[in-house]
């Protein structure tokens, strides 16, 4: 996969993709990561990229002219037949797993990196596919965002990852939140591991996993509930768990 991004501060993203996961993807020529200076596509001499804003108000925003220069140059340079053009900022849809995994299929994402006060609305409503956010927060700048957007991605890509079993046991990855993890040692300090980790009996390993996912996602995060394929068994264990403390689950 090819990956442009168009930023004001490239060098924000070398200790990101410069290590780990990210740093091997693109050593083994799954992910072609690209960095695209926003102020390379100015006209004036002072490479000057925002103005003030047309009705009055404060900060700065992002002229249309240098995105639409730099995306259309990305453009012409790539042979890329499916591609998606995101755009970083909070009032986006939020970004989730199950757009991680849709993007993931893309040849191509150019990400847009804003700063400032914001973009010229033409940009969202004229250049990009997408607008993207990755939480009910506003940052700095989209380069966090896209970081963010990037990592999540690239684990998705086949290669990716040293296991192919790794990203379905992600959280969210089936919509619900992850199982505990254990290693060694099986005890620390009197915790102790579940014995039926310790069993070798995988159907079992397996059973109390989704439990556990189930357990954990009622507690932290139970609207992920509404939306997660759940299955009859798991719908008796929700059961089980209202029937033990009388919160209800629909």
Same mark, same amino acid.
């Given at each position: 996969?090819?990956?442009?991004?168009?930023?004001?501060?490239?060098?924000?993203?070398?200790?990101?993709?410069?290590?780990?996961?990210?740093?091997?993807? *693109?050593?083994?020529?799954?992910?072609?990561?690209? #960095?695209? *200076?926003?102020?390379?596509?100015?006209?004036?001499?002072?490479? *000057?990229?925002?103005?003030?804003? #047309?009705?009055?108000?404060?900060?700065?925003?992002?002229?249309?002219?240098?995105?639409?220069? $730099?995306?259309? =140059?990305?453009?012409?340079? =790539? $042979?890329?037949?499916?591609?998606?053009?995101?755009?970083?900022?909070? &009032?986006?849809?939020?970004?989730?797993?199950?757009?991680?995994?849709?993007?993931?299929?893309?040849? *191509?994402?150019?990400?847009?990196? %804003?700063?400032?006060?914001?973009?010229? $609305?033409?940009?969202?409503?004229?250049? +990009?596919?997408?607008?993207? &956010?990755? %939480?009910?927060?506003?940052?700095?700048? %989209?380069?966090?965002?896209?970081?963010? +957007?990037?990592?999540?991605?690239?684990?998705?890509?086949?290669?990716?990852?040293?296991?192919?079993? &790794?990203?379905?046991?992600? &959280?969210?990855?089936?919509?619900?939140?992850? #199982?505990?993890?254990?290693?060694?040692?099986?005890?620390?300090?009197?915790?102790?591991?579940?014995?039926?980790?310790?069993?070798?009996?995988?159907?079992?390993?397996?059973?109390?996993?989704?439990?556990?996912?189930?357990?954990?996602?009622?507690?932290?995060?139970?609207?992920?509930?509404?939306?997660? %394929?759940?299955?009859?068994?798991?719908?008796? #264990?929700?059961?089980?768990?209202? $029937?033990?403390?009388?919160?209800?689950?629909?």
């Amino acid at each position: 996969m090819r990956i442009d991004i168009v930023t004001l501060f490239p060098a924000m993203f070398e200790g990101v993709f410069g290590a780990s996961i990210i740093k091997r993807a *693109q050593e083994k020529g799954l992910l072609d990561i690209r #960095f695209t *200076q926003l102020r390379d596509f100015a006209f004036d001499k002072h490479r *000057q990229v925002d103005d003030s804003p #047309f009705g009055g108000g404060s900060g700065m925003v992002l002229k249309p002219e240098p995105m639409f220069r $730099a995306v259309r =140059s990305i453009l012409a340079g =790539s $042979a890329c037949a499916r591609r998606r053009i995101l755009l970083m900022c909070p &009032s986006g849809r939020t970004f989730t797993q199950d757009m991680a995994k849709e993007l993931a299929a893309e040849e *191509q994402l150019i990400v847009l990196c %804003g700063h400032y006060e914001g973009f010229d $609305a033409r940009i969202r409503e004229h250049l +990009v596919d997408e607008t993207i &956010s990755v %939480g009910d927060f506003v940052l700095t700048g %989209g380069e966090l965002p896209a970081m963010i +957007v990037v990592d999540a991605v690239a684990r998705m890509l086949p290669g990716v990852l040293g296991s192919e079993e &790794s990203a379905p046991t992600d &959280s969210f990855y089936e919509g619900l939140l992850g #199982f505990p993890q254990y290693t060694r040692p099986r005890e620390y300090e009197g915790m102790a591991t579940p014995e039926v980790l310790l069993s070798g009996d995988h159907a079992k390993i397996r059973a109390w996993r989704r439990k556990e996912s189930l357990r954990l996602t009622r507690k932290n995060r139970p609207e992920l509930l509404q939306r997660a %394929g759940l299955t009859a068994e798991d719908r008796r #264990f929700l059961a089980e768990l209202e $029937a033990e403390d009388g919160w209800e689950t629909h």
